[in-house]
T-cell receptor, first 112, second 115 residues
């Protein structure tokens, strides 16, 4: 029962351009969403989150957009840098749940 | 400020053996969650510990058990290892607040290989 889906397993983008990563969810009880970045041989690193009471949250080069009616969120990275090459995971949870449910991840490659 | 630490980094076991993985949470955090990440997949929730008790559990068999100590550190134990238990085991820490949802911070993981 995959309640969080990242349908693009990979994304290639040129340095300086915008990277857009997408995530869909099916459980309407989710009210908190997070993006994590993972390098090989390391644990996931928290990037940015958004509560369901908002539709946008921005932190430096990273912006997350939430469309509750479509059960869709996206992460925008502008401008993309070579160090952004990693696997990005979308995760979701509900208030007081504790557990996070993750998508399968999107491999981002930023080319010079 | 020390982040989440896990030990060991790598571990090789044979089928049927038992393994114990360890985790120390980020300073100030009181809640520890464990996840299993198979190759090419996202992390899957195993269970969460708070106040030395298992508070939530995912769809994992009883072979997976855990413990939390008074200093908030935690152990994950897996008995009767199967080949399918080979994965990256991640520990995440957070602050318990049932009125909101707190961000979980992950350790580097323990890579378990079962032969």
């Amino acid at each position: 029962d995959q309640q969080v889906k990242q349908n693009s397993p990979s994304l290639s983008v040129q340095e300086g351009r915008i990277s857009i990563l997408n995530c869909d969810y099916t459980n309407s009880m989710f009210d908190y969403f997070l993006w994590y970045k993972k390098y090989p041989a390391e644990g996931p690193t928290f990037l940015i989150s958004i509560s369901s009471i908002k539709d946008k949250n921005e932190d430096g080069r990273f912006t997350v957009f939430l469309n509750k009616s479509a059960k869709h969120l996206s992460l925008h990275i502008v401008p993309s840098q070579p160090g952004d090459s990693a696997v990005y995971f979308c995760a979701a949870s509900g208030t007081g749940w504790g557990k996070l449910q993750f998508g399968a991840g999107t491999q981002v490659v930023v080319t010079p | 400020d020390a982040g989440v630490t896990q030990s060991p980094t790598h571990l090789i076991k044979t089928r049927g053996q038992q393994v114990t993985l360890r985790c120390s949470p980020k300073s100030g955090h009181d809640t520890v969650s464990w996840y299993q990440q198979a190759l090419g997949q996202g992390p899957q929730f195993i269970f969460q510990y708070y106040e030395e008790e298992e508070r939530q559990r995912g769809n994992f068999p009883d072979r997976f058990s855990g413990h939390q100590f008074p200093n908030y550190s935690s152990e994950l134990n897996v008995n009767a290892l199967l080949l399918g238990d080979s994965a990256l085991y991640l520990c995440a820490s957070s602050i318990q607040d049932r009125s909101s949802t707190d961000t979980q911070y992950f350790g580097p993981g323990t890579r378990l290989t079962v032969l």
